[in-house]
């Protein structure tokens, strides 16, 4: 097993679903938070926002070096799989942003705390859009490997 985390392809594939489940558990607690009005609760929600969308580095970095050799042993063309890295590159900026979004929530609570629910909410809202990219992301990574995902018979 340890041999196999040295191949930056299956590390990609274990880590990948990170961003999109992580957050999107984010925001459920972040909505639960809100409705509760529990900081301590909105805390928590924003750690996992925040874990969710910043492990968008270690996945595009493995997907980086792993992207040769996937290109090489897929049994498709490489469309799908340069659409793939098109795609994370051009949105996971966002995912970043909205991590940052999310630090600044948990931080700013102590000292400003109305400040502290608006970004609550902004991550809230930014949380959802990336749930959204990520799915747009992982459509194109599941055509890679997946026949059933391109459309054919």
Not at 16 to 27: F, R
Not at 52 to 66: L, M, R, T
Not at 68 to 85: A, C
Request: aromatic share 10%; net charge positive; charged share 20%.
């Amino acid at each position: 097993m340890f041999e196999e985390l040295k191949r930056p392809e299956y590390v990609h594939v274990l880590l990948n679903p990170l961003p999109v489940y992580a957050t999107a558990m984010g925001v459920i607690a972040l909505v639960v938070a809100l409705l509760m009005r529990s900081r301590p609760a909105q805390i928590v929600a924003l750690i996992l926002v925040g874990i969710g969308c910043f492990s968008v580095w270690p996945v595009s970095e493995y997907g980086e070096d792993a992207s040769h050799r996937v290109g090489t042993m897929s049994n498709t063309d490489t469309q799908s799989l340069r659409e793939h890295e098109e795609r994370a590159e051009r949105a996971g900026w966002f995912f970043c942003v909205t991590g940052s979004l999310a630090v600044a929530g948990i931080v700013t609570g102590w000292k400003f705390p109305k400040l502290a629910t608006w970004l609550t909410v902004a991550t809230l809202v930014a949380a959802i859009v990336c749930i959204g990219l990520g799915a747009w992301i992982s459509r194109a990574g599941g055509k890679v490997r997946h026949s059933e995902f391109r459309g054919e018979k």
